[in-house]
């Protein structure tokens, strides 16, 4: 995690298509949060303050932004299931171990419907500042909720935003995951030498993502969601004509989940879904096909609760 790697493949990346002759990889990414924010209520030091109207209420449970985080499995998640679904679209969920804990029957309508229930971290926080002893404890928590409420372990592991300079470490050397997503460097995945051998990273992206409903991110309208998106989308079409991509949506249930903004999803799906060349694929899909076109050995390991525990 400390080297930085300013070359990548630089404009040569392997010769491969995805399965089916496909330029394109498509990864649909749901991020399943809500119960995981920070609050008082569940016995954290602070409550969250990231959302439409930033505020930080402290000394108290913070009632109103709860009720904020509530809406996704409410109303949102249906929509966004919905929407997969009549698609025959398949995704990855980027799911916090206490979110579903609160909330396990996402989990259990995303593995009827076929998507992957990859890990998100225990909490919905940063881990830059854990020490190792916590962040295993973390690791290990998420992935004995997900084997229990999912029925399988958590093949992907994606840490909000800022991983600690040994996550990547524990997750390889104790868990066995098959891939990471802790980057946002290339439209490709690419493989990073470990101890215990070649390591899949699916850079993960935050322009294609619904986050910037929020904040000032740019994105107002549903339109704009999927203008923006479709046009990734055509661009990394015609560029994989000659060389494979890999293009990441980012979605949250209680975000792109809103009535006003769930047809920016539906509209990107219709134009994605009915060209030709492209692969949608679970995170787990494509780092299994990334490993195979490189000719690796087929990858083995499952992560279990127990590996975390010495």
């Known amino acids: 995690m400390n080297q930085r790697d300013f070359a990548?493949?630089?404009?040569?990346p392997p010769a491969m298509r995805w399965p089916g002759g496909a330029g394109?990889?498509?990864?649909v990414v749901v991020n399943v949060e809500e119960g995981a924010e920070l609050s008082l209520g569940a016995g954290d030091a602070q409550n969250e303050f990231i959302y439409e109207a930033v505020e930080?209420?402290?000394g108290t449970r913070d009632l109103c932004m709860e009720s904020h985080f509530e809406y996704g499995p409410r109303a949102g998640w249906p929509r966004i299931r919905a929407a997969l679904r009549?698609?025959?679209?398949p995704a990855t969920l980027n799911a916090c171990g206490r979110a579903l804990e609160a909330t396990p029957w996402i989990a259990e309508e995303a593995v009827l419907d076929g998507h992957e229930v990859a890990a998100h971290g225990w909490?919905?926080?940063?881990?830059a500042h854990m020490d190792e002893a916590s962040e295993r404890q973390?690791?290990?928590?998420?992935v004995e909720t997900i084997t229990r409420v999912a029925g399988t372990p958590p093949l992907g592991w994606h840490t909000r935003s800022a991983t600690s300079l040994?996550?990547?470490d524990l997750l390889i050397e104790q868990g066995g995951f098959l891939y990471d997503s802790n980057a946002y460097n290339d439209d490709l995945p690419y493989l990073v030498e470990t101890a215990a051998g070649p390591h899949v990273v699916l850079p993960y992206a935050f322009d294609t993502n619904d986050m910037r409903f929020f904040n000032h991110g740019g994105f107002v309208f549903a339109d704009d969601f999927a203008r923006y998106c479709i046009a990734a989308f055509d661009r990394l079409l015609a560029e994989s004509a000659d060389a494979p991509r890999m293009l990441s949506i980012g979605l949250h249930t209680?975000?792109?989940g809103r009535p006003a903004r769930i047809s920016g999803l539906e509209q990107f799906l219709d134009h994605a879904t009915g060209q030709q060349g492209v692969w949608f694929a679970t995170r787990a899909e494509i780092a299994h096909a990334w490993r195979s076109a490189l000719k690796l050995p087929r990858w083995q390991s499952r992560p279990t609760p127990e590996s975390f525990s010495q």
């Open 86 to 89: 009549d698609r025959s679209v």
């Open 8 to 12: 990548g493949y630089r404009g040569t």
């Open 254 to 256: 209680r975000i792109i």
């Open 56 to 58: 930080c209420v402290e």
């Open 123 to 127: 909490r919905w926080e940063r881990h």
């Open 138 to 142: 973390a690791i290990s928590r998420t």
């Open 24 to 27: 394109l990889a498509v990864s």
């Open 166 to 168: 040994h996550t990547r």
